[in-house]
Structure formats: C-alpha cells, structure tokens
C-alpha cells in the first residue's frame, strides 16, 4: 500500500526560545513546541504532571445540579442505578462511580445493556428495568446525551437522569436533572477532552469534596480512568495528561485486583505504558461486551478478592480468544466482497452489510479494512433483532461522524467522534444509505485522504540519537493522541552488509548514516522492502526509536515505519 510521508512544519522561533529555557537537545524541543510545549513552565507541567493541577470539578455546568440530586437521593434512601455503555470507557466509569458510592450508600446496583439484545446507549430494557426495581435515579456514564425519548419515558415513570458523557451533544438535549458534558456549548469547564470514565471521576470528586472525603479515596480509581483514557483514544494532552501519568503509575505499583489479574493473565513482565493498557488490557476488556455480556468486566473492575478476579480474568481472555477467531473470519468475508465485485473497487467509501456477521466485531473489522485493504472511511453493517446495525471508521483527515449525520434522514440513531462512530436503521433504508454515503463522501473528502499518510515529527541524523536523547524521550509517555510517539525521517541511509529477512515476513536491519555510527533495527512485515535496503544505494527511512533488550544488554534500536529509495 502507497504511503505518503508527511513531515510537520518547523518553528525555529519557538523552539530556540524553548532551547534556551531547558538547556535540552535541539531536537528534543522540536518534539515539545510540536505538542504546544512553548515556556518553560508549560514543560515542567509537561514533564511532572501534578494532580494539584487537576481542575475544579465544580467548574463544570450541572455539577451542583447532580450533587444536590444524589444527596437528596442519600436522604431519602432511593434506590441509584449506575449505568454505563459496554465498552472499555463504560465499565471502568460504571466500576469507578459505582465502587466510590459503594463506600458511602449501599442502596445501589449498576446495568451494563447486552450489546446485541440492547444496541448502544440508554435502552428501553434498561428503563423498564429501573422501573420494576424501583430506581429512582439513574446515573448514566459514557453515553446518554442523544437519548432524548428515552430520558423523557424515564422522567415520566419518575426516574430522573444525571448524564456523565463526552460525545458531542446535539442543539437539543435531554431533560435530565444535570447533564455532565464539557462539550456543552455552554459548559465553562476548562477541559473537553475528559474521557467517559474521567467525567464520572470528576462527578465523584466533587462528591468527596462536599462529603469531607479525602480525595485519596478517589484517587484510588486512577487506574480505571487512565485505562479508559488509552483505550477509548482520547487526547494525553492537559487534564487527561495528568490522570493518565498517576493512574500508569498506579497500574504499575498498586493496581485493582481485576487489573492485575488481566496483566498476570497476559503474562506482562515489563513497565506497563498506554500501549500495553490499548493493546493488551483493553481488548480483553472490550470483549465481554463483543462476544458475551460486558457485566463480567465492570464484576472484574470491582472485585478485590484476587483469586476471584483471576476467575473472571480467565473468562475475559476466552472471551478474546473467540472475538479473534470471529473478526478473522468476517473481515476475510469481507475482503472477499469486495475483491468478486469491480463496482465496488473504484469507490471512495467501503460500504457493507451481512445480516450474519457479528455485532460485537463489526468496528474491529473496519478498522482492519482500513490498515490493511483498502484505505477509506468504512461501515461494517449486520443484522440485529429487526434493525440494522453498524459501526464506522475513518482515515486520517476525514469527519467520518459529519458524513453519517449528512445521512441522518435514513437512520434511527447515530453517535460517535470524527473517527469512530455508530448507527442503526431499517433494513430496507441499507441500500440507500450505502449509496447516500458514499455520495457524501465522493464530494467532500480530499484525493490525498485516501493515501495512507505518515506524519513525521522531524528529519534527524542518527548521530544524534543516543541514550541521553532517548532518557529525555522516555519522559514524553504517557503517549498517545496529540502525544504520539515522535516519528523520525532519516535520509540517506546506507546497509551495513548485515541486514536480513527474518520469518519470511520481517527485515531485521543494519543501518548506518556517512560514517557515523551503525544502527540495528526492526521491520515488521517489511520483507518487500529488503532489495531497497541492500541495493547498495542510499535509502530514506521513517522509524520510531526505542530501547532493545538482548542477554542483558540494552541498545537503541529504530523501528521501521517505511522505507524508499533515496531521491
């Protein structure tokens, strides 16, 4: 697959000024004014992020409105329902919020809907079942902000609603006794990119705070919130810097008996990064609501008795096993689909639907069409009860959630961010809405959006690239979004004589640059670009730097991104 390499913009201004305040590598505060680290200050908060530096959460629109309702809830004994959405951001906001209520009141339970008997966000199973169990109140974590009808049903049986959630509001809103949301419009809150999960740590901060609790006994659940921050791919930027730093640190020394059981289970030796918790947690997580009921993870979450969560730690992990197996066999399906049909080879969208694939995978498979076949904003649609659902990705650049809402005539219900999003609707609406969509997306999206891009930090000698370098890279983490993993550009770059194929698929390299000093370095499924390599012509390499540990040694080694030919 063509890639198109990309490298940022420079701002020598900024950087020297930068330079000058840390007495650092040039380079170093390239890296820093890229993630809008200018001033000193800004990177001594950058670097020791402080949990005094959290904001107020009384700053944020509602939150008097939601703490005068569970006091009053507190008083007169009503019966709370913490309720939250299946994924990773959804049970650790159930886990989070109802663990904390669990302290101080005990007339509580929580609800998670099934995924495919339910769908997404507050259900009307879900409201009937707080009306026979006599709720009162409900707490609705990580979703809630579309379910206009709903929160109205609710609020005529004499169930109210506080709405902790992130995902961008509509004009209308429901008629809950307080709305949780910094993406209001109207919200002052300072921060908007919270999580599900940090929302409802907020909710329970300003509860500690009015109830003379000390905020230790919040912080406690830092670990659930960075989880949630890495898996649900927020922003590590601000606020979400700050409860993602103290909660790794947590999930490294102190975690949940639930968390360390999943790292045990995955047999994790290293230092835990956001990385670990996307890839490796989070999966496992996310699969009892893909492929079962996602209850178990919040039970998980909650439990403190380690045997016990090893239990359903093991159950979790089964749970994956089998969503691997299926998510392997749907997107083969796919691409098959696509492959036997020519109309469909020229689009500018993957549209596709097949009553029988499985609801829980539909977005993994999409995301996996994009990676790794045909680079372009994607739906996977399936068969659930007697609508259609579905779940949406995009490519770098594109609104994929602008595009659904341009097709919003021939839906039930959609939500999501500009990446990711979701949508039900009849099945006899699928055909006019793949056609509509992908009228959306022929108009608006860019050619150079279908080009799998590779943004690029900096061009960088590999002179330059030595152990105090990287100790000061190290301190970056916790990364992710608008904190990615600085990607280097080094050009002409000649084989050693020593670099091979390894399994076929992966090029394990020997690189160095004039006569500066070599490099190993490691290619995954990088086989096809060995005759660049060895050649015995200079070579530009995109990679990411990072430390190698082999018989007790460690060295630095680059990570191969893309290789071409020197120009």
């Not at 913490?82 to 007339?107: C, M, S, W």
């Amino acid at each position: 697959m063509q890639k198109r390499w990309t490298v940022k913009k420079y701002q020598p201004k900024e950087e020297q000024q930068l330079q000058a305040a840390l007495k650092i590598h040039p380079l170093l505060c390239r890296l820093l004014v890229q993630r809008g680290i200018t001033k000193y200050d800004e990177a001594k908060h950058f670097f020791r992020p402080q949990l005094s530096d959290l904001h107020d959460p009384w700053s944020m629109k509602d939150m008097d409105k939601a703490i005068h309702r569970l006091e009053d809830a507190f008083f007169r004994r009503e019966k709370i329902l913490v309720y939250g959405d299946y994924d990773v951001d959804g049970t650790t906001a159930v886990a989070t919020v109802y663990g904390f209520l669990q302290t101080i009141y005990d007339n509580i339970e929580f609800y998670i809907p099934h995924r495919s008997r339910e769908g997404y966000g507050i259900s009307l199973q879900g409201i009937e079942y707080a009306r026979e169990n006599d709720f009162s109140l409900v707490i609705a974590l990580d979703c809630g902000i579309k379910s206009i009808e709903y929160i109205a049903y609710a609020r005529s049986l004499g169930i109210d609603f506080i709405i902790c959630d992130h995902h961008l509001p509509d004009a209308e809103v429901p008629d809950a006794v307080a709305i949780l949301n910094p993406k209001q419009a109207d919200c002052p809150y300072p921060y908007k990119e919270l999580s599900g999960c940090g929302i409802g740590f907020k909710l329970i901060s300003a509860l500690a705070q009015q109830k003379n609790i000390p905020m230790e006994e919040v912080y406690r659940y830092l670990d659930l919130v960075a989880t949630s921050i890495a898996a649900d791919i927020v922003p590590i930027t601000g606020e979400n810097r700050i409860l993602a730093f103290h909660g790794i640190h947590q999930v490294n020394e102190a975690p949940n008996a639930g968390i360390r059981a999943l790292i045990d289970l995955s047999k994790l030796k290293e230092k835990l990064t956001t990385s670990n918790l996307v890839f490796v947690i989070a999966p496992r997580v996310n699969a009892a609501g893909r492929m079962d009921d996602a209850r178990k993870a919040v039970n998980l979450f909650i439990e403190k008795d380690y045997d016990k969560a090893y239990s359903i730690a093991e159950v979790l992990h089964g749970d994956n096993q089998e969503r691997k197996g299926v998510d392997m066999n749907i997107t083969q399906e796919a691409v098959s689909i696509i492959q036997n049909d020519v109309a469909l080879h020229s689009r500018k969208s993957t549209v596709l639907f097949q009553p029988h694939w499985h609801k829980g995978v539909v977005g993994i498979v999409a995301s996996r069409l994009i990676d790794k076949y045909y680079y372009r904003p994607t739906i996977i649609l399936t068969q659930s009860n007697d609508k259609v659902a579905g779940s949406a990705r995009s490519v770098s650049g594109f609104n994929v959630y602008e595009a659904i809402h341009q097709c919003k005539d021939l839906l039930e219900n959609y939500g999501g961010h500009f990446y990711a999003a979701g949508m039900t609707l009849k099945l006899e609406n699928v055909e006019a809405f793949c056609k509509k969509f992908e009228e959306v997306v022929a108009s608006t999206i860019q050619p150079d959006m279908l080009i799998p891009e590779i943004v690029i930090d900096t061009e960088i000698s590999l002179s330059d690239l030595t152990p105090s370098f990287y100790n000061i890279m190290r301190q970056f983490e916790p990364l992710g979004p608008e904190n990615l993993r600085p990607v280097f550009l080094a050009r002409n770059l000649t084989d050693t004589g020593y670099s091979r194929i390894v399994k076929e698929e992966h090029l394990k390299l020997s690189v160095k640059q004039a006569n500066g000093p070599s490099f190993s370095g490691i290619g995954f499924f990088m086989a096809d670009k060995f005759d660049i390599v060895t050649s015995k012509k200079p070579f530009d390499m995109v990679f990411t730097l990072e430390e190698n540990e082999w018989n007790g040694n460690t060295s630095l080694q680059l990570k191969a991104i893309d290789i071409l030919p020197s120009r």
